[in-house]
């Protein structure tokens, strides 16, 4: 399919680039703060499980009523992370597409580098000069994950103390079926 010939001005292209690139900065940040918006629901969430288990054990029912109502909640809490990790992921694509798109965009409008720039800094690790200043930026060994795959990192996180509880759970119901306890 041919693509149809532009009608517009350089003027009217240039300030449609410049809109673009708004509206790709306000999605942006946007897409941030509702990632930790649902970074912080999802930490409540557990949160409120970890409580709950820990109300369960200070009126002491039985171990094996305890021990099952523990599965339960770690099994809970193990979806939960699954979910939030899913979330995260997904939310991750979205701003690196952000990022690229910015980074396209500057490309076109030829004097905007923000996001160029922090490219070739932040991923590339390149050193980066910027005019009138006298020194280069460069991202030291440690700084140099991403804090976004960090922060990805935190359901894994949470997940393992919820394993933990969960087959703390069984081993004990096991142990009260067999008699042990």
Known sequence: MKEAKSELTDEQQ?????DEYRANIDLWIYEATFRQQRSEAFLNINTILLT???ILIT???SVRNSSIVGILIAVFGLLTCTIWQQILLRNSAYMRFRRYQLRGLE???QNVTTFRNQWKALNNFEPLSVPGLDDTF????PAR???????????WLVAGLWLVILVSGIVLVTLGILGII
């Open 14 to 18: 240039i300030a449609n680039l410049r």
């Open 52 to 54: 709950a288990l820990g």
């Open 59 to 61: 009126i002491r029912p």
């Open 107 to 109: 490309v076109r409008l």
């Open 138 to 141: 460069q991202v030291d060994k």
């Open 145 to 155: 994950t991403s804090a976004i795959d960090i922060e990805n990192r935190l359901p």
